[in-house]
């Protein structure tokens, strides 16, 4: 098993009182596999995500990858996870402005100390982005900065890539086109994929469908 | 993985070239001008050290008369026959090459102390040579290429403009024969000599100069040098942390993507530390540049100023010391630490899912804008602690340093209640949303505009204090110079045939007197006057008693300087301690510029107590339009060198000239402080200018052209340096008081009256406003030429 969520709680402090954003999740990803998680604002979606990156840790439960528990991990362990084996992909793309899109995309691969050029061409292409790899992050349209978003997460080749809403600023078109592209790239990388929706209609095109309602999780 | 997120941070800069830019122009100025006012300092002290180890003054006790006198050379056989391991010296001053002349027996000089015979140098047989030799410092032989003097040799163990020589030759140029000023003792004296003040009462043993007094009496002036380097330091740490604070803010986001790639925070921290520590090698080694030409340009100036106040004879060239420069380096780093520290303290403490708030972070909350106010209004309390009970150099700039750094914290505070105010007021939409987005930007600018504060306070304060010092001095100079030829002889058999011939000739003659020794415990000079309505209707007393002149006459009281009664507090009808005897204080009288203790006597009871001091200068009065003629026909016919006889006016020209170099030094300090602050402020605005845009694109938007938008940044600009100036007017008035009445006093043992100067103050005001106008101009230049499509890009949410 590649992820492996079980009893996962987390609660955030608010000024009416500790607020409850998951309640005992239970997940499991196979590699090679793709999961879409669904449900209404609020419900806990991206937390979940950022758990399983280790960028937050959870208040009671387990998230193994490939074993390896993640809440015993040290602050420098969870880097090193998410540099060596996790792939992120954000809503907001989250590019480094000061590099131009080239660098953005071998920039994860690089950090892991294994950048590999034709595999990173490769992925530029069939991302449509060969003619735009000189350009900053700010002389992009929003479509065009995911797709190296999405290219820089699957660079390193990760076991698992992790999206949050990752078409959640594209118009349908342009969305659907980039999902396919991610999915298919996903599978020639040998990944598994746990993704954030709201569209039902993208998650009909994964492999599997999880709801999350008031940070529970229901089949 | 560290060259990744090393590249990965620096690329910021290639996209921000202007913000390194600044960063690097702050810091590498506040670099220079710290390190400028260091390298004088240091040069001057090394001056001040090689004279204080000259001849051994810092390790052997020396022989004074007691009177302050000349030792004649019977004495010296004497003592030297009663087995006393002495070695004679004499001092003076030659006028025609401003050489100090020193001249030295270097056969019974204790062993290592006279610079001969070394095997370095030349040897005894050179320097008793019929032709004689003169050591001078390297620098000094270039000065005398065309002096009318014996062979001159270099060594660099003399301080400039001193020459050491045979003693029967410095007797012979210094037309001193048979003088001796003081007498070298050997530590080796052997055991069971008859005591000193058995054989030579007249003579009084003198500990080594511990460190010189020189270094104490410059303190002072080295300390208001280092203040100014302080400040601008401290302005230019602004500059960097204005830059900086933006720059990581902005980064922020970059640090998240970083840290959810897997870079840990750690690491990251660490990079940053690396990436300033490149920076401010860069700036350091920038700032050592031009601290060096600043130390350049100044150090003659300094230079000047210290032969003219102190008699303190300093290099007028620069020596690049290592120490210097690696300490200049390190002050860099240090102050890059400094102004980047509460952004690395944030950056380390960040958790990864922190997003970006640039305009957040440009915009300090009015509760930490209350809290610095707070902490300002504590800062001026202690200042006012410090005017109040006081006393001393130290609390003389703790309380400079309390005020600036008071209202340098309480000035955001206040300015952004002025703007309060007016957006309270203003009627117009545009003119409210012109002071409520003015209060908006308060905090912001908040650095900038404390940066400016200073620096213009600063400018009021010492212009004031320099300018009450020119109106003082000058009026000073008129009262005490009221002579019209000064003489100076060579000899009392000159000094007698001058005055038989002059006497007739002139409507008086003044005798001016003076011996050497303590006054009341403290070095000074003693003076012998003249009966004579000169000093009645001239002489600047501050306070006496009612008939002074008439006791001063009578030999019954004495007059002593500000300097000698406050620094000992003596007050009219005191007792002063005197050489030859104690006499009651009749007046005190004000002696601008001079370090030491001062006390004048009657002529006739001066030469009852010192017969034989030596009768070498005197005053000449005379009407103003013969003076001229007089002293050609005097010079021409008693073949009298050049500088024997001064007209009053060249030596108030020579004192205003001493005077004007002295505040030159403080000027260019000055112009230099307001540069950087200027650079702040632009530096500020620039890194602003571009968060400005989601606040200014609606009101396009709304119909405002980008010029008129533009127009009212600068308008903006303009009236935050007014307010600042206003508030800087008071505080530069502040300033000036603590310098007049604190520190002139605890420095130099004086005080001045102060004078306001509101054409200064409006002179300062069509500088520093014009001025702050153009820091504005480029970033609302650039905002006037945006193209709509940036603007529009606001409303299309593509900005984080």
């Keep these: ?219 | 993985m560290n060259r990744v997120v090393l590249a990965t941070l620096l690329s910021h800069w290639r996209k921000r070239p202007l913000q390194l830019v600044l960063l690097l122009v702050g810091l590498s100025l506040a670099t220079a001008l710290w390190s400028g006012v260091q390298a004088i300092n240091a040069e001057a002290r090394s001056s001040y050290a090689d004279a204080a180890s000259l001849l051994g003054r810092d390790q052997f006790d020396r022989l004074v008369s007691r009177d302050g006198a000349p030792i004649n050379e019977a004495r010296f056989a004497e003592l030297r026959r009663a087995g006393w391991p002495v070695s004679p010296v004499v001092e003076g001053w030659q006028p025609e090459t401003g050489l100090t002349l020193i001249g030295i027996d270097p056969l019974t000089m204790p062993a290592g102390v006279a610079p001969v015979a070394d095997g370095k140098g030349p040897q005894i047989g050179d320097f008793l040579a019929a032709a004689g030799l003169l050591l001078v410092n390297p620098d000094t032989t270039e000065r005398l290429e065309d002096a009318d003097l014996p062979p001159l040799f270099a060594t660099q163990d003399l301080p400039p403009m001193t020459a050491i020589g045979d003693i029967a030759l410095v007797q012979k140029l210094l037309g001193k024969p048979g003088v001796i000023s003081h007498l070298v003792i050997d530590s080796a004296a052997p055991p069971g000599l008859v005591p000193l003040d058995q054989i030579a009462p007249d003579l009084v043993r003198v500990a080594p100069e511990n460190g010189g007094d020189l270094a104490r009496l410059t303190d002072s002036f080295h300390l208001n040098l280092t203040a100014f380097g302080a400040l601008a330091f401290v302005v230019g740490l602004f500059i960097a942390h204005a830059v900086i604070g933006l720059v990581f803010e902005q980064r922020r986001a970059t640090m998240r993507t970083l840290r959810a790639l897997g870079v840990p925070l750690r690491r990251i921290v660490v990079m940053l530390v690396l990436e300033l520590g490149l920076l401010a090698l860069v700036a350091g080694a920038a700032g050592v540049a031009l601290g060096y030409l600043v130390a350049a340009a100044l150090l003659p100036d300094v230079a000047g100023s210290l032969r003219g106040l102190y008699g303190a004879d300093v290099s007028g060239t620069l020596t690049l010391r290592p120490g210097w420069v690696l300490a200049a380096l390190a002050l860099t780093m240090g102050g890059m630490l400094t102004a980047a520290g509460a952004a690395l303290w944030q950056t380390a403490r960040m958790p990864v899912l922190a997003p970006a708030m640039p305009r957040a972070w440009a915009r300090a909350s009015a509760r930490q804008l209350a809290r610095q106010g707070i902490a300002g209004g504590g800062f001026l309390a202690l200042a006012a602690i410090l005017a109040v009970v006081g006393s001393g150099l130290p609390a003389a700039f703790g309380l400079l340093a309390a005020l600036l750094v008071g209202a340098a914290l309480i000035l955001p505070w206040v300015v952004a209640g002025v703007v309060g105010r007016f957006a309270g007021r203003a009627g117009g939409p545009v003119r409210q949303w012109f002071w409520a987005d003015t209060a908006q930007q308060v905090p912001g600018l908040s650095l900038a505009l404390m940066a400016l504060l200073l620096a213009l306070a600063s400018n009021v304060g010492v212009g004031t204090m320099v300018a009450s010092f020119r109106t003082t001095f000058t009026g000073w100079l008129d009262q005490r110079l009221a002579s019209e030829l000064y003489l100076n002889v060579r000899s009392p058999e000159e000094g007698a045939a001058v005055l038989d011939w002059v006497t007739p000739r002139v409507d008086a003659v003044l005798p001016i007197w003076s011996v050497s020794g303590d006054l009341n415990g403290l070095p000074g000079d003693l003076f012998g006057v003249a009966d004579h309505a000169t000093y009645r209707d001239n002489w600047p007393l501050l306070s006496a008693m009612p008939d002074v002149w008439d006791q001063l006459a009578r030999g019954k009281v004495a007059l002593v300087n500000e300097q000698l009664a406050r620094r000992t507090g003596l007050a009219v009808g005191d007792v002063v301690v005197l050489p030859g005897g104690d006499l009651p204080v009749g007046g005190i009288y004000s002696d601008y510029g001079n370090p030491l203790a001062q006390a004048l006597i009657t002529l006739a009871l001066f030469d009852a107590r010192f017969p034989e001091a030596p009768h070498l200068r005197y005053g000449l009065r005379l009407p103003p339009t013969k003076a001229d003629a007089l002293a050609q026909e005097m010079t021409a016919r008693f073949q009298l060198p050049q500088g024997a006889v001064v007209p009053q006016a060249e030596i108030k020209a020579y004192s205003l000239g001493v005077f004007e170099r002295t505040f030159a030094v403080t000027d260019a300090l000055n112009v230099l402080t307001l540069g950087v602050a200027t650079v702040a402020l632009f530096a500020s605005l620039l890194t602003l200018a571009e968060m400005r845009l989601p606040q200014l694109a609606p009101l396009w938007a709304l119909g405002l052209t980008r010029r008129r938008l533009a127009a009212i940044e600068v308008l903006r600009i303009v009236a935050l340096a007014a307010l600042t100036l206003v508030v800087a007017i008071p505080l530069g008035l502040a300033l000036a008081w603590a310098l007049v009445a604190r520190v002139n006093v605890a420095a130099f043992g004086w005080q001045l009256p102060m004078s306001l100067f509101p054409r200064d103050w409006f002179a300062l005001a069509l500088t520093a406003i014009p001025v702050a106008g153009i820091a504005a101009l480029w970033p609302a230049l650039r905002l006037m030429r945006l193209p709509p499509t940036a603007l529009l890009r606001i409303f299309a949410n593509e900005r984080g």
């Design chain 1, 1 to 219: 098993m590649l992820l492996t969520i079980r009893g996962l709680t987390k609660t955030y402090p608010t000024r009416e009182g500790p607020l409850a954003v998951l309640r005992g999740v239970d997940l499991d990803l196979e590699r090679g596999e793709s999961l879409a998680l669904v449900g209404e604002s609020g419900s806990g979606k991206s937390t979940l995500l950022h758990l399983s990156a280790g960028l937050d840790v959870a208040d009671q439960g387990t998230i193994r990858l490939d074993g390896a528990a993640v809440a015993e991990m040290t602050d420098s362990q969870r880097a090193a996870l998410r540099r060596d084996r996790i792939g992120l992909v954000f809503q907001q793309f989250n590019l480094i402005p000061s590099l131009n899109a080239g660098a953005n995309i071998s920039m994860q691969a690089r950090l892991a100390g294994r950048n590999a050029p034709d595999w990173n061409a490769h992925l530029a292409k069939a991302l449509g982005l060969g003619d735009l790899l000189q350009r900053y992050p700010e002389e992009l349209s929003g479509g065009q900065q995911q797709r190296v978003a999405i290219a820089r997460a699957l660079a390193a080749r990760p076991a698992l890539v992790l999206a949050d809403e990752p078409t959640g600023n594209l118009d349908e078109a342009n969305a659907d086109a980039v999902l396919a592209l991610m999915l298919g790239l996903v599978a020639e990388a040998g990944a598994g994929l746990l993704l954030v929706t709201h569209s039902p209609r993208q998650a009909a095109r994964l492999g599997r469908q999880m709801r999350l309602v008031m940070g529970q999780s229901q089949a």
